[in-house]
């Protein structure tokens, strides 16, 4: 059995987790969901802005990926790319694995009423890295969470990858030169 890795690339309050949740909930397979948010948690608060432990967290994370992947699970990866260094490690690591890049994405103003909402997230950080998200990384499908369903988007990405060879992934192997 080869692992199903749909890998799930958003700002901050893009609707990421939930819709990863709503996949969990509505496909026939099983899928572990790593969430970004839950790597960062392991730091203390001290440490978030440092990027040597940013760095660490992500690079760990990309190394789990790897990890339940060689053991054949499903991955649900929440994840937010906005440096090369990152996308690069990604798909150096995991190579092997076919992942399906899929983009989250969101008006601008239901992000920032999220952010405020959630009343963890420093206002503004969305707008930040929206400028940044699309600059490393080729998607096979954008979803939309500004006006359809977690459910819905759920479903649509289900059914997407039931009928769709991963094609992201092989373009930035070539972009990035990868050895394969």
Known sequence: MKSKIILLNGVSSSGKTTVGKAIQNL????????????TFEMLPEKSKGDLKYVDMALSNLHKLI????KDEANLIVDHLIVREEEIRELITLNKEFEIYFIKIDCDLQIINKREIERGNRKI???EI?????????DY??????????????????????????PKAMKKMVQRYKIQV
Do not use: C, H, M, W
Request: hydrophobic share 35%.
């Open 27 to 38: 496909s026939d397979d099983t899928y572990f969901l790593l969430g970004l948010d839950t």
């Open 66 to 69: 790897y990890n339940l992947a």
């Open 124 to 126: 503004g950080l969305a």
């Open 129 to 137: 890295q929206r400028k940044k998200i699309d600059k490393y990384v």
């Open 140 to 165: 096979d499908l954008t979803i939309d969470t500004t006006i359809f369903s977690p459910e819905t988007n759920a479903q649509t990405i289900i059914q997407f990858i039931s009928n769709n060879e």
